[in-house]
């Protein structure tokens, strides 16, 4: 129909009168047809509407509408043709460029704004981006860029689940978007942003220029806050820029291991509004509906509806079930615990029930668990008047919350406390970032991530703790008991607020992560301490929270406490040391109803057992190669020291030290670089505990064993000392190895982010090398080593580690040289011993000198008797041998003799005789004989042989004689 107009209708209505003409015949008539004849006239009426549009008079018309120069305020629609000969009609002007259309409605043919059907919406003059990424959007851009050059490389930016992430970096990230408006109007953007240590600005520029103008706006993060709105007004018509920048500045606190981790900021959905109107209405996507005309926007269906068109929503059969937004549904399924919230029903009797409803409703074809608990009426520290849970009164407490308070037993004192163990409800002091994240769930409070908030928190407020401290400076304890469950990668921490000492900047610490399932066992137990510092009066403020993130993951949070507390009740008595509750001071315990100090090499840390059910009531041992004085806290070791294995080091020289850490240099937020520098004390005189001062000058110094300061140089040399910390208290072990010796130190109280920090001070033995004590290890916060190589890492030198040589006497006298044994690593102590000279004569000699002198002709002697020994063996061997062979072939014994020894004095021998020359082997030859001498029976047996071998006189046997008879005899 475009291509219609004045001058050729009548052409128009020529080429369609036919066909229009037989279809109105058969309509009246009521003429009979067929199908195909039916078809067959309907596609000629179509064939010809089409021809028309396309082609008028042969000039192939076509219509056109002009854009809006920026400087334009109308628009016109022209009709063309290709064919030069062919007039067209005159333009027409249709409609204004700032015209807009409310929503709901679309602008037609850039004339007038007609409304859109059901089915399909529009959003008028608003533009809505629901995620900003750049392979949906190509005209939005996506930047990182580096601060410094010192930065590393930056992190890219990404779309997760529908939203755009800004990595935390000391990098910027910019995304840009383009924006075009024909009228006055405004750019909104959807974020998230929860972190104060990130930076997130929002510009709108002019294109041509890039001037931001009043259109800037920073947003700093919020715990608290969940996604919210940022609304930028476009102030005319035009092209701008709308531009997000995020950035993070590192220091070397920042990323220790105490500090929290950053969270980055997230963008939505960005809707403008003020622009050029939508010319055709948009279908609803799938799983929404419209169901009247005029639709700004879609609706979703209702859980267990799905859509059945684009304007209607129909309800799932029995068996099946769908989410809100649904195409379809599903069959329904067998649920778990992830399917299911829990209600908590009213506690009566001391009885609740626990109850679960569906998360989504039809979805499960199991039925629902229910469990009923032991509930309490109150948390513990409370009881019951009339209505309302009231704190336990001084002197009394109530550890289940369900009774009455009782008063404390005799020498018991009662401490306030803040408990929450039974969750029907969220205290209303709490702040809870996604309030839809936590469900109370009776025994416990169910905590659970949600996609559209990938972390989730509680912030528990600010405490108030008593400036009587529980131990030494311990004033309070937070503590939870809880149960994780990661299917995936998951982050529990335990947070604390810490205000910087000297200034009011505030930062977040960590006390306690956990990223591991805990099981389905008994619930775990964090806690942290509340410290106090010498310099701080009256009561403590504390700010406690936890954060969990991570998908898939939850938590069950079973107790909350805080223990003495200025608010509060009491859940249990503590015993106290004696009248009053006396407390004893560190280095003192209490016995026979008083406080005694501890003797001498043992050491007691802690102060009062009045308040702190972990109180060691006994005084600790020191460690081997350590000392201390009665009442000491600490145990310390003299530069003179004796180890378990009776060995002596010196390490005076080394005792006292400043280590500067000049490797590396660490950015302070304002960017200035500073280095670290130590101060240790190892050892000391008898009776002293090793200290040494860090920040001496400063408000904020700090005494111990080792501690490290921050150094921070101007440009004109002069040097600004902060931040300084404890690295080690105590001196817990000594530890001697083949080489050396290694100082163990300890710090006492929670460091940092740290329970303890451990610090190790190695001694390597080097006696040719001067050297110096170096840091070789700080890569994690809680463990430092230092190392030192040179002489005073050795032992001390002892007398047996010497042996004496003398040298051979000459002229009735010789020297007695002292050198070191082979292996020893010692230095100092007992010095060598000088040469002495002593007289001696030629036979003084020992045996063993003698033999080390002559070894050479005593080798050739020793030689030459084993090789003659060795001779004569073998001759007597020999000769055995030969003497055998004769007496074999002398005792030979022939058959027919056999009946002259007969009886019970007969007896036998065998002979074994071997010949080296007889190839048949060995020979048997038996005798027998009874009542003859054995020289008759040889001198009868020779006279045989004699006869036999026809030897008329006794002949002595040869080597032929012996083998011609055996040849005579067959053998």
Request: proline share 6%; aromatic share 8%; with cysteine.
């Amino acid at each position: 129909s475009s291509g219609i107009n004045a001058e050729s209708g009548d052409y128009f209505l020529s080429l369609i009168s036919p066909g229009l003409f037989l279809v109105l015949l058969i309509c009246i008539f009521d003429i009979p047809v067929n199908m195909t004849m039916f078809q067959d006239v309907t596609f000629i009426t179509i064939c010809l509407l089409i021809s028309t549009t396309l082609t008028i008079d042969g000039c192939g018309f076509r219509t056109v509408y002009t854009e809006c120069s920026e400087q334009g305020s109308e628009r016109w629609q022209v009709t063309v043709s290709d064919n030069s000969s062919c007039k067209p009609p005159s333009p027409v002007r249709v409609a204004s460029c700032d015209k807009t259309c409310p929503g709901g409605e679309v602008l037609e043919n850039f004339s007038d704004c007609t409304k859109c059907g059901t089915g399909t919406f529009s959003p008028g003059d608003n533009k809505i981006v629901d995620v900003l990424d750049p392979k949906l959007h190509p005209d939005i851009s996506f930047l990182t860029s580096k601060i410094t050059r010192n930065d590393k490389t930056c992190p890219e930016i990404s779309v997760e689940e529908g939203s755009v992430v800004l990595p935390p970096s000391n990098c910027w990230n910019v995304v840009t978007v383009p924006v075009e408006v024909v009228q006055p109007g405004s750019v909104k953007l959807n974020y998230l942003h929860t972190d104060d240590r990130v930076s997130v600005e929002f510009y709108l520029k002019d294109y041509q220029s890039c001037d931001s103008g009043d259109a800037k706006e920073t947003k700093s993060g919020d715990a608290a806050d969940s996604w919210q709105n940022i609304q930028l007004p476009v102030p005319a018509k035009g092209k701008y820029i709308f531009q997000v920048k995020s950035t993070a500045f590192f220091d070397s606190e920042t990323v220790a291991s105490f500090s929290v981790p950053y969270e980055s900021p997230r963008l939505g959905a960005l809707t403008v509004s003020g622009v050029a109107p939508y010319t055709k209405c948009s279908e609803c996507p799938v799983g929404t509906v419209s169901t009247s005309s005029g639709a700004r926007e879609c609706t979703l269906c209702s859980d267990n509806q799905y859509t059945a068109n684009s304007s209607s929503c129909a309800p799932c059969e029995g068996g099946k079930y769908a989410p809100a937004g649904s195409a379809q549904c599903l069959d329904q399924v067998t649920c778990d615990v992830s399917d299911f919230l829990p209600v908590v029903g009213e506690c009566s009797a001391g009885k609740s029930t626990v109850s679960a409803k569906e998360i989504i409703p039809n979805k499960c074809k199991n039925s629902l668990p229910s469990e009923t608990y032991d509930c309490l009426s109150c948390q513990p520290g409370s009881e019951k008047r009339g209505d309302t849970c009231q704190f336990c009164p001084d002197g009394t407490h109530n550890p289940s919350g369900s009774d009455q308070c009782t008063p404390c037993d005799p020498n018991t004192i009662s401490l306030k406390g803040l408990y929450h163990v039974w969750w029907s409800d969220i205290p209303s002091s709490w702040s809870v970032r996604c309030p839809d994240c936590w469900i109370p769930a009776g025994p416990f409070l169910l905590g659970r991530p949600r996609q559209h908030q990938p972390v989730t928190a509680i912030n528990f407020g600010e405490v108030r703790f008593s400036s009587k401290a529980i131990k030494s400076n311990v004033v309070g304890l937070f503590s939870i008991e809880f149960k994780l469950f990661c299917p995936q990668s998951c982050s529990f921490l335990i947070i604390k607020k810490v205000t910087l000492k000297g200034s009011e900047v505030v930062r977040q610490e960590v006390t306690d992560k956990f990223d591991k399932s805990t099981g389905e066992g008994k619930p775990q137990t964090a806690h942290a301490y509340v410290m106090k510092s010498d310099k701080q009066d009256g009561d403590i403020k504390m700010d406690f929270s936890i954060k969990l993130s991570g998908s898939g993951s939850y938590l069950q949070l079973y107790g909350v406490n805080f223990t003495n507390t200025l608010e509060g009740g009491s859940s249990f008595c503590f015993p106290c040391n004696g009248s009053g509750c006396m407390e004893c001071t560190p280095g003192m315990v209490y016995k026979g109803g008083k406080c005694v100090a501890c003797p001498q090499d043992t050491y007691h840390m802690t102060s009062g057992s009045v308040l702190d059910s972990n109180y060691q009531s006994q005084c600790v041992k020191c460690p081997p190669g350590t000392k201390s004085a009665p009442g000491s806290t600490t145990c310390y070791t003299t530069c003179k020291l004796t180890t378990s294995h009776d060995n002596e080091y010196d390490i005076s020289s080394v005792g006292r030290k400043m280590v500067h850490d000049d490797r590396v240099s660490y950015p302070d937020k304002l960017g200035n670089r500073y280095h670290y520098r130590y101060f240790m004390k190892l050892c000391s005189n008898e009776w002293e505990v090793p200290s040494v001062t860090c920040s001496e000058d400063n408000a904020d110094k700090v005494s111990g064993a080792i501690c490290r300061e921050n150094v921070m140089s101007s440009s004109d040399g002069e040097e600004f000392i902060t931040n300084p910390i404890i690295k080690g208290e105590m001196l817990s072990e000594v530890q001697e190895e083949s080489n050396g010796l290694t100082l163990h130190f300890t710090t006492l109280h929670p460091v940092k982010g740290c329970d303890s920090v451990e610090t190790n001070v190695t001694l390597l033995c080097n006696r040719d090398q001067t050297g110096d004590i170096s840091l070789v290890d700080n890569s994690d916060n809680c463990r430092l080593a230092f190392e030192y190589s040179g002489p005073f890492g050795c032992r001390l030198c002892k007398e047996s580690d010497y042996k004496s040589i003398a040298s051979s006497c000459e002229d009735s006298s010789r020297n007695i040289t002292y050198v070191m044994r082979e292996g020893v690593l010692c230095s100092g102590g007992a010095d060598l011993p000088p040469v002495t000279t002593e007289p001696c004569t030629p036979y003084q000699d020992s045996l063993v000198d003698s033999i080390k002198r002559y070894k050479v002709y005593v080798g050739l002697g020793v030689g030459l008797m084993v090789l003659l020994v060795i001779g004569f063996c073998f001759l007597a061997w020999y000769s055995s041998t030969l003497k055998h062979k004769l007496d074999g072939y002398s005792q030979m014994n022939y058959a027919d003799d056999d009946e002259n020894y007969t009886g019970a004095g007969k007896c036998s021998a065998m002979v074994w005789a071997d010949s080296g020359d007889d190839s048949e082997g060995d020979v048997q030859l038996y005798t027998r004989y009874q009542g003859k001498s054995p020289g008759n029976i040889l001198s009868e047996k020779l006279g045989k042989i004699n006869t036999s071998l026809g030897i008329k006189k006794y002949k002595k046997f040869g080597e032929n004689d012996i083998m011609e008879m055996n040849t005579r005899l067959g053998i």
